[in-house]
């Protein structure tokens, strides 16, 4: 179906318009009726009487233009903007709101949009499942070749720090724009892959919107205890039980009953093995504003230890030069405390050299609860951190 | 310092809680004994405000809340979205004032803390001029990352100091909806009796 649109200019070419409201086998309907000279008439005109119509009209020399090309597509489309708009879910990753914090349905609905959107660049991969069955995603960035040196970036792993989730939806979006404008990320693109893992405890995160807005832990429950979860910084194979951990289930830092309980966890110590050719590897926390590098199990100092904090006060440099944020830095346990069992020191064991954790905002004053409107400025300035990082890895490969 | 302790050497700067301007800095020595005791402090501060400004402030802050026309009452400030609601801000103020005495008393060496949320609010009305509030507020423990409730009693009149009288809870794992009962404040209980 069409909506035609004629202005009569002439009282002949009026008349030729009113005899078409006469026609009623012709089953027009008159959205704008035949007023006088000048004054448009639009007519809905029915697939079948589209010719007739035409004919009709050329034949007399009126002109007409052609307003809606195919009314039933506008209806389609008003009808799915309708049912979107009722339940809030954006169109595209365009109209997603960066600026807000978003349940874990819409994180993973924007996964799937991203993918649709860029399916050449995008993909998402299941690595495993969490304690309470949620799947657990990692989405892939890459031009091509096979197992690339990759970058490794999750954010969430402890799930009460809401910035980090939210700011790793943005460093989805971010890579892509960079690619499609071809800056930024995208030489690192040309030779590298980048995993991001935006919902790394997908448990929690669900816990802390329903029912706990502090929680911090999986929601795993071992026999021996009526306590749930356990902390998933402090699970992995690098100092595992020893003094930064707690070994009481009730506690935030219970460390498990043993290395790689936790799906969460072990599901990416099974990727990064599987993979074997990640370079870089940055787990994303809040809050205390601290890039930090490895050990937190141990005063000893890693082997790269000069190298490493090179790059983080390249990194926070580079952080800070956008909204002047202070950030401290330095190795885990000799700028926050000792932790037994966190991630990046068991990736830097496996000879992941790169490995960083950064803490986002603030520094206490809203804490965890961090207003939305910071979401963006945070993810910018990280951004540029991380980028110090990815280009150093890209720049000297091991 | 041998056989005596830990000492410390600060230098630091302060800035308006409210609006982020800088409000001075300090000079300050921490000891903390061998023997667990309070630390021995001895701190000096420049201000960029003089006693007159910080008492017009005050006296703004306590007409704010004075002038509510019913007693003032609020859930989660800020909320999980990071959102104080303009009329609670005053309250929010007065318990982020009256939460850094239970900062300071339950510091130690090796534990620091934050005021991680205020989980509810009653303000209770005097007769006389004070302001008379009842909170819940979380505190963030580090580095043992464990959530404390406490309930804070707090009452305050311009050119008085704040008398604050507090209990803490302190029940790792309690947060956890696992249905055992504990001593925590009115808040904490009222979650967890929603988990199940």
Redesign the interface.
Known sequence: HQVLRVVPKSDEELQKVQELQDLEHLKLDFWLAPRGLGYPVDIHVPFPSLQPVKAHLEASGVSYSIMIEDVQALVDEEQTEMLRSSRQLPLSTNTFNYEAYHTLNEIYSFMDMLVAENPNLVSKLEIGRSTENRPLYVLKFSTGGTNRPAIWIDTGIHSREWVTQASGVWFAKKIVQDHANNEGVASILETMDIFLEIVTNPDGFAYTQTTNRMWRKTRSRHSGSICVGVDPNRNWDAGFGEAGASSNPCTETYHGPYANSEPEVKSIVEFVKGHGNIKAFVSIHSYSQLLLYPYGYTETPVPDQKELHEISTKAVAALSSLYGTNYKYGSIITTIYRASGGTIDWTYNQGIKYSFTFELRDTGRYGFLLPAKQIVPTAEETWLGLKVIMEHARDNMY | IPDSGHKYYLQFSTED?RTGENAGSCLATVLYPKKKSPPVVSIKCSHTKDQKEIQEEDNRLYQRIRQQTKPVAGN?I??????IEPALEPVWALAVAGSSSILWEKSTENLGY????VKSVQQWIRKDDFIEFDYTV?L?E??????ISCHMRLTWLPQHPLRVKYFCSEN???????G?ESGSAAGASA?KG??F
């Not at chain 2, 800020?78 to 959102?83: A, F, H, K, R």
């Not at chain 2, 580090?142 to 959530?147: A, G, H, M």
């Open positions: 809680y989660n800020p909320d999980s979205y990071g959102n934050f005021l991680a949320q979380l963030h580090i580095p043992t990352q464990e959530i790792p794992g309690m947060e956890d909806g696992s055992a979650e929603a988990i």
